[in-house]
Nanobody, 116 residues
């Protein structure tokens, strides 16, 4: 059974950093693309970053380019999102997603709050 569990969220001041982790089970991340998304109340969930199955392709939303980095540790079957220079507008619930055989699997999300 596929499971994705996010962790690492919290409260941080503007300019600070956080590293989110997405621990996967029931499948191998090295064989599937994984992405990070975020959502705020009243808004649609938006794609933040994506890494391909082999890790050679990484894409980012324009709003986070140069500040966020997606990476993977295949040995731990975990995908990370390093978030630097955080801004107030980065406040959201962050979710990871894996697409396996055309089916999307989501984690439960982790709250990131950027506030002074």
């Amino acid at each position: 059974q596929v499971h994705l569990v996010e962790s690492g969220g919290g409260l941080v001041r503007p300019g600070g950093s956080l590293r989110l982790a997405c621990a996967a089970s029931g499948f191998t991340i090295s064989s599937n693309g994984v992405s990070w998304h975020r959502q705020t109340p009243g808004k649609e969930r938006e794609l933040v970053a994506f890494t391909s199955s082999g890790g050679s392709i990484r894409t980012y939303a324009d709003s986070v380019k140069g500040r966020f980095t997606i990476s993977r540790d295949n040995a731990k079957n975990t995908v990370y999102l390093q978030m630097n220079s955080l801004k107030l507008e980065d406040t959201a619930v962050y979710y990871c997603k894996a697409r396996i055989l055309q089916v999307d699997y989501w984690g439960q999300g982790t709250q990131v709050t950027v506030s002074s």
